[in-house]
């Protein structure tokens, strides 16, 4: 998976988004051009588009959305306002339809200027885009690779807030965790605590989002001001989280996200994760964007 998926998106142009802190807010509109510039070098985790990032072999988007009151519509967020989420999620949609036994996990967990109606109508644009491609959400189904192949659903929407108990097709946000649940702001911390969770993980009904990302504190941003998050963090983070996932067999992980998804062969590194759990497959092709990996437990 890929974290913070649609800041490829996010541009230096665009206006302030309300993800961020009022000190933030302030400093970027202080120094107008020059601030956002600075916003845009710290927030942005992903360079490839999305269609890029689905070829790559990316399976798991998650998102942050703030609805305009100027136009009416539902931009991603990343520090910056991006591209309409209609506009992600159709490159997702077309991507599906040419690539019909591929599987997305969407997961918006933070919402801003947003109240039920407005949470009503994205549910409707987000229905409209996917259709009959939306895997339900119950609690006693069965939802391996086989049962969604046969009954043709590709997309499962994990949508954060309590309106979705009214609607069938959305999972909530209570089905999947995160760890850890805060970043750590150093990678030798990070990596302490995902062994500790790898060889301690307890066993959870729905999925689990080992989240292989590092932020710093406000302050130390401030003192690398004129550097970036891609050059401070993630070109170290990202190729030491691949690292991890080579040295041994690791059981117990689901989906795993990082920073910049491109860097050091981090999709092709797991999904050879999957060759090594016993199947009796004894490669794994990614050609054209399309998989082909075990079926049985699958790492995303």
């Known amino acids: ?17 309300p993800d961020n802190s009022l000190l933030v807010k302030v400093l970027g509109n202080i120094s107008c051009c020059v601030g956002r510039e600075r916003i845009y070098q710290w927030s942005r985790t992903q360079d490839l588009s999305v269609t890029q990032q689905l070829t790559s072999g990316v399976r798991y988007f998650e998102a942050q959305v703030a609805a305009r009151s100027r136009t009416g519509d539902f931009r991603v967020v ?64 069965d939802v391996s690779l086989n049962s969604l192949w046969n009954q043709g659903y590709q997309v ?11 609607y069938d097709n959305f999972w909530p946000g209570t089905s999947i965790n995160y760890y850890p649940p805060v970043a750590p702001v150093t990678s030798a911390e990070l990596i302490l605590q995902l062994e500790k969770h790898s060889e301690n993980a307890p066993e959870t009904k729905y999925f689990k ?13 401030l003192s690398r001001l004129s550097s970036s998050r891609k050059h401070e963090i993630s070109t170290k983070v990202t190729p030491e989280i691949t690292t991890w ?25 797991l999904v050879y994760q999957n060759v090594s759990r016993g199947s009796n497959s004894t490669s794994v092709s990614l050609t054209n964007g399309e998989m082909s990996v075990p079926q049985e437990q699958v790492t995303i």
Do not use: W
């Not at 499962?156 to 009214?166: A, L, P």
């Not at 996932?245 to 491109?262: A, P, T």
């Open 78 to 141: 990343c520090g910056l306002y991006g591209d309409e989420l209609r506009s992600c999620m159709t490159e997702i949609k077309s991507f599906l339809d040419t690539h019909e036994k591929e599987v997305i996990i969407l997961d918006i967990n933070n919402f801003y200027n947003m109240d039920d109606i407005l949470h009503m109508k994205l549910l409707s644009i987000i229905t409209h885009c996917f259709d009959d491609k939306l895997c339900p959400f119950n609690t006693g189904s």
């Open 245 to 269: 996932l080579q040295e041994k067999h690791r059981e117990n992980l689901n989906i795993v996200i990082v920073d910049y998804m491109h860097l050091s062969n981090f999709v092709r590194h």
């Open 209 to 221: 989002c080992l989240r292989g990302i590092v932020s710093y504190s406000k302050r130390k941003c």
């Open 1 to 17: 998976g890929s974290h913070a998926s649609f800041s490829c998106t996010v541009s230096h142009f665009n206006d302030i988004s």
């Open 156 to 166: 499962i929407v994990i949508y954060h807030h309590e309106i979705i108990n009214e």
